[in-house]
């Protein structure tokens, strides 16, 4: 095999690396926004105790805390998935590396009885946890409307 083709074959698993990597970013943005979400939640959670300890919360107040425990709790597991979702793509790239330095060995020593086989286990392995990365991303998706449906509830 001549340089020009192993280039090619190595193109794959770099266009991979960068498709994780723009998951990777979409992810870390979406951490961003339920981090500040779980922060500004709990800050309204601490000025309702605040006013608790001072006097007797209204009924709607009661409510709202309620709701703010119940979001928080939800928030949390979301951004469990986010961390499990950013792990896999992670891991993703990792392999997808794998395989570009794999393919590089073969054409450097010529003997592919090994090395061809280790970079279709590789690259299939970089899928299989892209797969799963999608799969937290869906369930976290999933679970952000559930949470806003609980804060239009609330609101009503």
């Known amino acids: ?11 794959a698993p770099a266009v991979m690396v960068n498709c994780c990597g723009l ?6 943005n979406k951490y961003s926004v339920v981090v500040g979400r779980i922060r500004a939640l ?7 105790k605040a006013t608790a300890s001072k006097k007797t919360l209204l009924e709607h107040e009661e409510l709202r805390l309620k709701s703010i425990h119940l979001q928080t709790d939800k928030l949390f597991y979301r951004i469990q998935l986010v961390r499990n979702a950013v792990v896999c793509y992670s891991i993703a790239v990792a392999f ?3 395989t570009c330095l794999v393919i590089g060995i073969d054409l450097a ?10 970079s279709i286990i590789f690259f299939f392995a970089g899928l299989l946890c892209v797969f799963i990365g999608i799969y937290f991303a869906t369930k976290e998706a999933i679970k952000g409307y559930e949470i806003v449906k609980i804060e239009v509830n609330d609101c009503v």
Do not use: Q
């Open 96 to 98: 997808f590396i794998a």
């Open 109 to 118: 020593i010529s003997d592919n009885s090994f090395t061809k086989p280790l």
């Open 1 to 11: 095999m001549d340089v020009v083709e192993t280039i090619k074959i190595m193109l």
């Open 23 to 28: 998951f990777i970013l979409g992810m870390n």
């Open 42 to 48: 709990e800050e309204e959670k601490r000025r309702l």
